[in-house]
């Protein structure tokens, strides 16, 4: 596979750190991912086994939030993947997440598994569903912005047989999961919930910016294979 171009990987890694944010506001503000759904049906296993400290009602939110939003963006963007078209859908995501900043502020969300949390999760997974679609649409398969399962098995499985072209593109993303992580854990802990959720909008709002000045006609040339 070849490179994607400058604007694209650029704007997916964006939306990588912008992952670990939502999921530092999520994961550790909330109790649940807002980005990973893998973890989330788990949790919902969990709940429904009556294992303490799991919230089924909290899970449940963020996984139809995000159903919702890959939804919205599958509307958006239908067919071959076109520029102008993928930063409208990020640009959506943007403000659906400075939304969630405002619901958090506004309502007190705290952690505590009250209605106030589910709204925020909700609107949280609408926008990570949104990203996903969008990052899965774009071809690009070594990042995929918000699950790095494949990516780490690729790595691995290539390295086995000799093969590392792609290694580099791979272990980036990991790092800017981690880096995204850490930034929004130091931010949750000074600065709280509202303003982690809000730096995710800023990162995703660059991303936005980024990817609908890239010629949709280079982005063609990324799609295809798997990862």
Not at 7 to 28: E, W
Not at 60 to 88: I, P, W, Y
Not at 110 to 136: E, F, K
Not at 178 to 185: H, K, S, Y
């Amino acid at each position: 596979m070849s490179s994607p171009p400058r604007g694209i990987f650029l704007s997916l890694s964006a939306l990588t750190i912008a992952t670990g944010l939502v999921d530092a506001a999520s994961v550790l503000g909330m109790g649940v991912f807002a980005a990973n759904m893998t973890g989330n049906i788990v949790f919902l296993g969990f709940s429904l086994g009556g294992a303490p400290g799991y919230s089924f009602i909290a899970a449940l939110f963020a996984l139809a939030g995000f159903l919702v939003g890959a939804f919205v963006a599958g509307l958006v963007v239908k067919g071959k993947f076109e520029s102008r078209r993928a930063g409208q859908a990020l640009g959506v995501e943007s403000a659906v997440l400075v939304a969630a900043a405002l619901a958090a502020w506004l309502t007190g969300a705290d952690g505590l598994d009250g209605w106030p949390d589910w709204v925020v999760l909700a609107v949280l997974g609408a926008a990570m569903g949104l990203q996903n679609a969008i990052s899965l649409k774009s071809g690009v398969t070594d990042m995929r912005t918000t699950v790095l399962t494949l990516t780490l098995t690729a790595l691995a499985s290539d390295l086995a047989r000799g093969k590392n072209d792609q290694a580099g593109i791979r272990i980036y993303s990991v790092v800017l999961l981690l880096v995204g992580a850490l930034g929004g854990t130091l931010l949750l802990f000074w600065a709280g919930l509202t303003w982690t959720i809000a730096a995710a909008a800023l990162f995703v709002g660059i991303a936005a910016i980024l990817i609908a000045r890239t010629r949709s006609a280079a982005l063609g040339a990324t799609a295809g294979g798997g990862g």
